[in-house]
């Protein structure tokens, strides 16, 4: 007998065909959200999921599933997924590094011109009709060649992003818990700074760092007040690491220009202050979404899931035991 597994969420028809080859699946192909009593029920009687960051693994969820074995994410980020119960329940976790560094390196682009440049505003004005002719000092903005781009966390990701960065011959500084490799910081022509000397001198301010306790809110009302009053936040890392209402106050009072933003705190209902500013660029968590890379990430989620039940050693997990 195959052993049983759950897809959580719609993904991609050649993934499920891949998987009945190893496995039964039962598929979410309908995409509606599981809440965690039906995930708890729906998971009872499987040996792995498939899985993603709007599914909560925890204790209390783990105690209900005795026969799971893995639990394999759709993402990189994993503070969906209780390590250390899933450790204590002899559950195998694995996320999905390195096959979206690139697609989300370029959407962290897309957030930094959209917002320097005010585009979500100028199109709104364009579309309401309100565009009467050329002016001089129309929606200026704020220059990106030249500027200094500072970047919290230079992990694969951070990376990305500061190689984009020699296009625009930016200077580039960032922070990071640990120095990354002289090798690494050469590559990226960017130079270590203490937090506050990047949060004072950076035009432009990235976050790309994982989201646990040590990270919630590492951008709060005192570090936005160390920004200059001209530069922008951007985050596509994962809500939570930035305080959300902080933000809109910021915005609001003009202690930074703007933001570009990915990712909120209380995803998908995020604070609606957001939506009365005109200086935000807004999305909806698609950092990763282009075709080819969703598409490598439901796969490495689904070859991890393949090898945790059938070798027991997926190729990306988070807590050997
Ligand atoms: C997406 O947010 C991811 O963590 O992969």
Redesign the pocket.
């Known amino acids: 007998m195959k052993p049983k597994v759950l897809v959580t969420r719609e993904v991609f028809e050649d993934i499920l065909d891949y998987l009945s080859r190893y496995f039964e699946v039962t598929s979410n192909q309908s995409d509606i959200p599981i809440n965690a009593e039906t995930l708890a029920s729906k998971l009872a009687d499987k040996q792995g999921a498939m899985i993603t960051?709007t599914d909560r693994i925890d204790t209390s969820l783990l105690t209900r599933c005795p026969n799971l074995k893995a639990v394999c994410?759709?993402?990189?980020?994993?503070n969906n997924i209780d390590i250390d119960a899933c450790t204590k329940a002899k559950v195998m976790a694995t996320?999905?590094p390195g096959v979206?560094d690139d697609t989300?390196g370029d959407f962290t682009w897309t957030l930094i011109l959209a917002t320097a440049r005010r585009l979500s505003e100028a199109e709104d004005y364009l579309r309401a009709g309100q565009w009467d002719g050329w002016k001089l000092k129309q929606f200026l903005g704020l220059d990106i060649h030249h500027a200094t781009l500072g970047i919290f966390g230079l992990g694969r990701i951070g990376q990305v992003v500061a190689h984009r960065a020699i296009g625009f011959e930016m200077k580039v500084i960032y922070h990071d818990v640990m120095r990354a490799s002289p090798e690494v910081e050469k590559a990226c022509r960017a130079t270590f700074v203490t937090k506050e000397e990047l949060l004072s001198q950076a035009d432009i301010v990235t976050i790309h760092v994982p989201y646990f306790s040590a990270t919630h809110h590492l951008i709060g009302k005192a570090e936005l007040k160390q920004m200059k009053s001209t530069s922008i936040l951007i985050n596509?890392?994962?809500g939570g690491v930035v305080d959300d209402a902080a933000l809109i106050e910021a915005l609001h009072s003009g202690t930074i220009a703007g933001a570009g933003l990915?990712?909120f705190e209380n995803e998908p209902k995020f604070n609606p202050g957001f939506l009365d500013l005109k200086n935000v660029v807004l999305a909806p968590?698609i950092?990763?979404s282009s075709q080819a890379t969703r598409h490598k990430?439901a796969m490495l989620a689904a070859e991890n899931l393949v090898a945790a039940l059938t070798t027991g050693k997926p190729p990306n997990l988070l807590n050997p035991f």
């Open positions: 960051l994410n759709i993402a990189v980020g994993y996320n999905t979206l989300t596509a890392s994962r990915d990712v968590h950092a990763s990430m």
